[in-house]
């Protein structure tokens, strides 16, 4: 295959969406030293203008998620890769509780963001964009979450975790780029292949494996921690103690839910409203869990009204 070049694919985006292609768009990478001695990684969009907007994706995922919300937007912006995602370094103790990355984040955009901007992140970005304007909220003007609360459970997010926690190697680019397509039916070909040449890699010895700590945490059963080394165990994601979290946020908030998603059901949507009423939340049909991968234009048109309001 031709040499991973990760700037090389936005025309292609463009293309799918039917974005008007006004050439090459100006992003850089960067990172930043994080606690624990780690790095966290992202993609300044238009950096020589500052941004006013922070984009935090998925579990499982990286920041070239919102290249096609990105390009709609066309306004300068930064894409974090989460801890333990893309080229962001990896945690010892595995532990990608939101409470603790958003920490990391708040670390990066102390530094690459001069002053407080929206922040909008989905599911697990979701969960970390709750608690970064909760514990930094002198960072965050208004909040965003896609297709996520904290009402999220292992039975709601069984489709996902059986995906991040699957097999790690792959025979060749093939086999990757299968299983992916198994688990991702709205999604075109086209977009899922991008999305795995920047969201895997290939090892030395031609095997492909994934670019994310693999988290195996979230399968774990207490006996299986019993039995792990100290320093690889982490508790299995349970975020309903983020309901409180929820109840501090003094911004305003926006959720935006999949209609063809199961990861927010309607009891999750009354509770958030119970708890923030002044909220706004925006169904986005023919859209499963990743609205961003499958309908861009349409999250990036909504973003906009969310910015403007």
């Known amino acids: 295959m031709q040499?991973?070049?990760?700037?090389?694919?936005?025309?292609?985006?463009?293309?799918e969406a039917g974005l008007e292609w006004?050439?090459?768009?100006?992003?850089?990478?960067?990172?930043?030293?994080?606690?624990?001695?780690?790095?966290?990684?992202?993609?300044?969009?238009?950096?020589?203008?500052?941004a006013?907007?922070?984009l935090l994706h998925g579990g499982a995922q990286n920041a070239h998620t919102w290249d096609t919300v990105a390009l709609a937007l066309d306004r300068p912006l930064v894409a974090i890769d989460l801890p333990g995602h893309g080229h962001s370094d990896w945690r010892d103790d595995g532990n990608y509780q939101p409470q603790n990355m958003a920490d990391d984040v708040a670390t990066a955009l102390r530094a690459w963001v001069p002053s407080a901007t929206p922040v909008i992140g989905m599911s697990l970005g979701g969960m970390t964009a709750l608690c970064l304007a909760s514990r930094h909220s002198s960072l965050v003007t208004k909040l965003g979450m896609v297709d996520v609360t904290p009402g999220v459970d292992h039975a709601k997010a069984e489709p996902i975790i059986a995906f991040v926690t699957g097999p790690e190697f792959?025979?060749?680019f093939a086999s990757i780029l299968a299983r992916t397509i198994e688990h991702n039916p709205t999604r075109t070909e086209s977009s899922l292949r991008r999305g795995v040449l920047h969201n895997a890699r290939e090892l030395?010895?031609?095997?492909?494996?994934?670019?994310?700590?693999?988290?195996?945490?979230?399968?774990?059963?207490?006996?299986?921690?019993?039995?792990?080394?100290?320093?690889?165990?982490?508790?299995?994601?349970d975020f309903s103690a983020l309901w409180d979290e929820l109840g501090k946020?003094?911004?305003?908030?926006?959720l935006w839910?999949?209609?063809?998603s199961g990861v927010v059901d309607d009891a999750d949507v009354e509770r958030f409203l119970q708890i923030q009423p002044k909220a706004t939340v925006i169904v986005v049909d023919g859209a499963g869990h990743s609205i961003q991968g499958d309908r861009p234009v349409e999250l990036a048109r909504s973003?906009?009204?969310?910015?403007?309001?």
């Open 204 to 237: 030395d010895d031609g095997r492909w494996s994934w670019r994310y700590d693999p988290m195996r945490s979230w399968k774990r059963t207490p006996a299986d921690d019993a039995a792990a080394p100290p320093e690889k165990t982490a508790p299995a994601p």
């Open 303 to 309: 973003i906009e009204a969310m910015l403007g309001s």
């Open 52 to 54: 006013d907007l922070v």
């Open 170 to 172: 792959f025979d060749d």
């Open 249 to 254: 946020i003094t911004v305003p908030i926006t």
């Open 3 to 15: 040499a991973y070049d990760e700037f090389s694919m936005f025309a292609d985006n463009a293309a």
């Open 257 to 260: 839910r999949g209609a063809k």
């Open 22 to 50: 006004r050439g090459q768009p100006q992003v850089e990478r960067r990172s930043i030293a994080v606690s624990g001695g780690r790095n966290l990684s992202a993609l300044i969009w238009q950096p020589e203008k500052p």
